[in-house]
T-cell receptor, first 113, second 114 residues
Framework: EDQVTQSPEALRLQEGESSSLNCSYT??????LFWYRQDPGKGPEFLFT???AGEEKEKERLKATLTKKESFLHITAPKPEDSATYLC??????????????FGKGTKLSVKP | DSGVTQTPKHLITATGQRVTLRCSPR?????VYWYQQSLDQGLQFLIQ???????AKGNILERFSAQQFPDLHSELNLSSLELGDSALYFC?????????????FGPGTRLTVT
C-alpha cells in the first residue's frame, strides 16, 4: 500500500534557525514527489516536484531533495512568514493509488521572531 | 492565487440534507480533482475527472457524486449528510489527466453539518 509519513508533526524554530522536514514514502513506482505549503483555512500552495533520486530544487529559503526512500525540505534562515503546514505527497504507479496523489499529514512549522 | 475557484466558501447545513459544491479549474486545465480534508484524516483524494470523463476514484462514499461539465467546471454533490462529513473540501486542477503533473488547489469550501 502506498504510504507517506512526515516528521516531525510540529516544529518550532527561532527566526534564522535552519532546519529540515522529513517525508518518508513507500510507493510502487514513484512518478513524482510533491511539496505543498498550506496556511490555515487555505488551499495547499504548490512548491516543488521531484522525480528522481538525487534531484534538488530551490525556491528562496526552501530547498527540496529526494532519495529513493525519502525527501527533505530544508529551510534556511527561516522568517515568521514561513510559518505554515508543509505537506508532502507522492504519485505512484497505476496499480497502487491509481496514479493519484497520496498526502502525508504534514509538518506544522512555527517560526518565532 | 492559484486560478482555481470554488464556491461557496462556507456552507452550514443539517444532517440528512444534500449540498452541491462548485469548482472552476485554471484556464487550460482539463483535469479536476476533489479532496476532503479533516483534522484526523488529512487530505484524502475523492475523485478525478478529465475532460468530462471520470478518470479515477479514491475514498469517495456512495452518498457522494461528482461530474464535470462541457465548460470544464465541476460539481461535487454530497447527500444524506452526516456529522462526520464536516470538513474542508478542496478542488484542484492540472493540465493533463495522467501522472507527474502538479495540481493547483482552490481555496476550499468549509462544510459544517449540524
Amino acid at each position: 500500500e502506498d504510504q507517506v509519513t512526515q516528521s516531525p508533526e510540529a516544529l518550532r524554530l527561532q527566526e534564522g534557525e535552519s532546519s529540515s522536514l522529513n517525508c518518508s514514502y513507500t510507493v510502487s513506482g514513484l512518478r513524482g514527489l510533491f511539496w505543498y505549503r498550506q496556511d490555515p483555512g487555505k488551499g495547499p500552495e504548490f512548491l516543488f516536484t521531484l522525480y528522481s533520486a538525487g534531484e534538488e530544487k530551490e525556491k528562496e529559503r526552501l530547498k527540496a531533495t529526494l532519495t529513493k526512500k525519502e525527501s527533505f525540505l530544508h529551510i534556511t534562515a527561516p522568517k515568521p512568514e514561513d510559518s505554515a503546514t508543509y505537506l508532502c505527497a507522492v504519485r505512484g504507479g497505476e496499480g497502487g493509488s491509481q496514479g493519484n496523489l497520496i498526502f502525508g499529514k504534514g509538518t506544522k512549522l512555527s517560526v518565532k521572531p | 492565487d492559484s486560478g482555481v475557484t470554488q464556491t461557496p466558501k462556507h456552507l452550514i447545513t443539517a444532517t440528512g440534507q444534500r449540498v452541491t459544491l462548485r469548482c472552476s479549474p485554471r484556464s487550460g486545465d482539463l483535469s479536476v480533482y476533489w479532496y476532503q480534508q479533516s483534522l484526523d484524516q488529512g487530505l484524502q483524494f475523492l475523485i478525478q475527472y478529465y475532460n468530462g470523463e471520470e478518470r479515477a476514484k479514491g475514498n469517495i462514499l456512495e452518498r457522494f457524486s461528482a461530474q464535470q461539465f462541457p465548460d470544464l467546471h465541476s460539481e461535487l454533490n454530497l447527500s444524506s449528510l452526516e456529522l462526520g462529513d464536516s470538513a474542508l473540501y478542496f478542488c484542484a486542477s492540472s493540465v493533463g489527466g495522467g501522472a507527474s503533473r502538479e495540481q493547483y488547489f482552490g481555496p476550499g469550501t468549509r462544510l459544517t453539518v449540524t
